[in-house]
């Protein structure tokens, strides 16, 4: 089974930012979408290319294990061919979201969660300018799409995944039982 407590905590984040759309506090919300999108590339690349079961394994081991498999063949010549904004990756060092999308974007049958994972690059981008260059947000254009993708993505990596928030069925059933008494 590979790590389901990852894809309990990547649920959860989906969650949360539909809760901080809500409420409109985009800056909380491009934090989460970056950590989702961030794991869930680390999950798929893991799952990927690793191709063993692993019940926990943290990035740290994961990362050194995937570089040697990216060092050889095929995925290592699409990496060194793949080009971001124009230009190329920047292989050595940590593998970061860029290059865990370009190594996604190497296996055909991941073209439909790649695709999506790169819609959300934007935003995680808006992220980066929140967090390290203090540029507020008041706003998002598309939050419906963005709500989408994350939904389609977590559907694809756990078919039995339910997009309605546990929460808000809650908080229906503590107001169908509230109402009686607040009539009365």
């Known amino acids: 089974m590979y790590d389901e407590h990852i894809l309990e905590l990547l649920q959860e984040a989906y969650y949360k930012g539909i809760l901080k759309i809500k409420t409109e506090q985009y800056a909380d919300f491009l934090i989460l979408l970056f950590s989702f999108q961030e794991n869930m590339l680390k999950f798929l690349v893991k799952q990927q290319l690793l191709?063993?079961?692993?019940?926990?394994?943290?990035?740290?081991?994961?990362?050194?294990?995937?570089?040697?498999?990216?060092?050889?063949?095929?995925?290592?010549?699409?990496?060194?061919?793949?080009?971001?904004?124009g230009r190329s990756l920047q292989l050595e060092g940590t593998i970061n979201r860029i290059i865990m999308l370009a190594i996604l974007d190497y296996f055909s049958d991941l073209k439909s969660v790649t695709l999506l994972l790169k819609k959300l690059e934007s935003y995680c981008q808006d992220r980066n300018d929140l967090v390290?260059?203090?540029?507020?947000?008041?706003?998002?254009?598309?939050?419906?799409?963005i709500i989408r993708a994350m939904c389609q993505i977590m559907e694809y990596v756990k078919p039995d995944f339910d997009a309605t928030n546990p929460f808000n069925s809650l908080n229906e059933q503590i107001l169908n039982q509230l109402t009686p008494i607040v009539r009365g």
């Open 51 to 85: 191709r063993s079961k692993f019940k926990k394994l943290d990035w740290r081991n994961a990362e050194h294990q995937i570089r040697s498999k990216i060092e050889q063949g095929e995925l290592n010549r699409h990496l060194k061919a793949y080009r971001y904004n």
């Open 132 to 145: 390290h260059d203090l540029k507020g947000v008041s706003a998002l254009k598309n939050e419906g799409e």
